[in-house]
T-cell receptor, first 114, second 113 residues
Framework: GAGVSQSPSNKVTEKGKDVELRCDPI?????LYWYRQRLGQGLEFLIY????????KSGLPSDRFSAERTGESVSTLTIQRTQQEDSAVYLC????????????FGEGSRLTVL | GESVGLHLPTLSVQEGDNSIINCAYS??????FIWYKQESGKGPQFIID?????DKRQGQRVTVLLNKTVKHLSLQIAATQPGDSAVYFC????????????FGKGTTLSVSS
């Protein structure tokens, strides 16, 4: 597609349930990022994939959070046993390579945990 | 710890004025800085970047200034327009290839006609 695509755009779930958020990066982009943005806040780094290198998971807030990426395409962010504090917009971005700050962001998946 | 932050959470200007948005960073090893604009309900968009071997870089109506001595970054927007209303974030990368961008908290720019 023309841009980074994220789904679902909105997700409402109950506390304790698992959720999966999907990101389709721009074709040919080797780097993929996940960020979390709480209401009125900045972007909190979660995880970063670059090609076949081991992902940088240093931003994942707990072991309830995990992410996978299939080759240089789709990525899935999974949150297990969701908590109310997980409510946020989860933003995915891709870039042609590492070492560039020119990230292309999707419009995010808004997660609400009741 | 390492952080990227902004001096002011909000900035209100009149259409046609010049806007200056500031950012302070604490990691002296950072060598690459970027400004992003985020409109309501959308993902951030790249505006302009600057590397640490430069003090100033200009784009279309925007200028980024970097003062490494005091670890300060600013974004200047000339002839601000209502369409410039958004949240502006500065971001940095530490001096390592393949490291993710770290974003500051953001400044909300409001432009009135």
């Amino acid at each position: 597609g023309a841009g980074v695509s994220q789904s679902p755009s909105n997700k409402v779930t109950e506390k304790g349930k698992d959720v999966e958020l999907r990101c389709d990066p721009i074709s040919g982009h080797t780097a993929l990022y996940w960020y979390r943005q709480r209401l009125g806040q900045g972007l909190e780094f979660l995880i970063y994939f670059q090609g076949n290198s081991a992902p940088d998971k240093s931003g994942l807030p707990s072991d309830r959070f995990s992410a996978e990426r299939t080759g240089e395409s789709v990525s899935t962010l999974t949150i297990q046993r969701t908590q109310q504090e997980d409510s946020a917009v989860y933003l995915c971005a891709s870039s042609l390579s590492s070492g560039t700050g020119y990230l292309f962001f999707g419009e995010g998946s808004r997660l609400t945990v009741l | 710890g390492e952080s990227v932050g902004l001096h002011l959470p909000t900035l209100s200007v009149q259409e046609g004025d010049n806007s200056i948005i500031n950012c302070a960073y604490s990691n002296s090893a950072s060598d690459y800085f970027i400004w992003y604009k985020q409109e309501s309900g959308k993902g951030p968009q790249f505006i302009i970047d600057i590397r640490s071997n430069m003090d100033k870089r200009q784009g279309q109506r925007v200028t980024v200034l970097l003062n490494k001595t005091v670890k300060h970054l600013s974004l200047q927007i000339a002839a601000t327009q209502p369409g410039d209303s958004a949240v502006y974030f500065c971001a940095e990368t530490p001096n390592q290839a393949g490291t993710a961008l770290i974003f500051g908290k953001g400044t909300t720019l409001s432009v009135s006609s």
